[in-house]
């Protein structure tokens, strides 16, 4: 969430930062509903100064033994008012977070401006993508030629974009995630993570305060207790628990950065990816991943970025994978960032660069819909 003041002080710098992101967003609705909580504040403070000076002039008849009448009925008159005012007040206070929580973040000023993924810029490359004397077959032919992808046996279990690893494809999942833990943890040259090991299943104020929602409810799994009907929602990643650790508290400076790791499932409805990349592994409707999360002071949250980029770099050459590091353009950052960097393994059968990492700085954004 923008900070109010931002919304309400800086129009100009607000709307200049959506239209680069080719965003669109509630702003004249917030500032119009923020503009009536802010009258119906000022009315209410008005009319609590009078039943307090009603209050007072009671009290003075009382001690001199005069008829207070009046004054109490007076009194009782601008309770009934205040009451009334309250109520309209909350009502308007919950339609201005209501806008507040549809507008993304900003983007920071070192962020290329552009109008789609096509302008995001590449920063740097990292080992040589090998080249084979034929054409080299895509992952779900290999995995299912030796016999450890089954896309067909998850789709019966579950439904398309579910799938069974067997033997070495289970072992081997197992294995990078104890791997890529091992060296954000035990590592001599981690920067320390600590490990974490969070729930899958949150419920709203915590995919509200991460900024899950309410843009990406598509997006969700959700459950729904038979009492109540109290929803739970399936993380879409760790990051969801981990930075909502913190929900509600202030942490103090000194005790900051706090990094943290953890190895979750992932599920995701991929609502909006119908016919994009419908074989293998890419769009899974659940995925391992293991995450990195840093809460660390403003001023060193954009060096912080760049450890977690270092490190998340240092399993990609650890496993020799090449890649290249791309600085995402405005059109393309997601909605909670103010900057994020992807990583991008390169991809023999489809030649080309893919998405493997996204590392973001979220600035206060989180922080303050969290709180």
Not at 229 to 239: D, N, Q, S, V
Request: hydrophobic share 40%; aromatic share 8%.
């Amino acid at each position: 969430m923008l900070d109010p003041r931002l919304l309400r002080e800086q129009p100009d710098r607000v709307e200049a930062g959506l239209l680069a992101r080719r965003a669109a967003a509630p702003l004249a609705e917030y500032r119009e509903a923020d503009g009536r909580r802010r009258g119906l504040l000022q009315q209410a403070d008005e009319l609590k100064a009078r039943r307090n000076r009603a209050s007072e002039t009671v009290a003075q008849a009382r001690r001199r033994g005069e008829d207070a009448a009046a004054a109490i009925a007076e009194s009782r008159r601008l309770g009934k008012e205040i009451d009334a005012l309250d109520g309209e007040l909350r009502a308007v206070e919950a339609e201005v977070a209501a806008f507040a929580l549809r507008v993304p973040n900003l983007p920071h000023a070192t962020v290329p401006v552009g109008r789609s993924a096509e302008d995001n810029v590449e920063l740097r490359r990292w080992g040589e993508p090998r080249r084979f004397g034929f054409p080299p077959r895509p992952h779900w032919e290999i995995g299912e030629i030796l016999g450890i992808l089954d896309f067909e046996r998850g789709a019966r279990l579950a439904k398309s974009r579910f799938t069974v690893l067997w033997g070495g494809g289970a072992r081997l999942e197992r294995a990078l995630v104890q791997f890529m833990l091992d060296l954000h943890v035990r590592h001599p040259e981690s920067p320390g993570y600590q490990e974490v090991w969070v729930p899958h299943l949150v419920n709203t104020e915590t995919m509200i305060g991460t900024g899950q929602l309410p843009k990406f409810e598509e997006e969700l799994f959700k459950t729904l207790e038979p009492e109540g009907g109290r929803p739970l929602y399936l993380i879409p990643t760790a990051e969801v628990p981990l930075t909502a650790l913190h929900a509600g508290e202030i942490l103090a400076g000194e005790t900051l950065p706090r990094r943290y790791t953890a190895y979750t499932p992932c599920y995701r409805r991929e609502a909006g990816s119908y016919g994009q990349d419908t074989r293998g592994f890419l769009r899974q409707h659940q995925f391992d991943k293991v995450e990195l999360v840093s809460l660390t002071v403003a001023e060193a949250s954009y060096a912080e970025l760049e450890v977690m980029v270092g490190y998340a770099e240092r399993v990609l050459q650890r496993l020799e994978l090449p890649y290249r590091v791309v600085a995402l353009c405005t059109a393309d950052l997601g909605f909670n960032a103010a900057k994020t960097y992807d990583l991008e393994v390169w991809l023999p059968a489809q030649e080309r660069y893919r998405e493997i990492s996204s590392c973001s700085n979220c600035e206060a954004f989180q922080a303050r819909r969290a709180n």
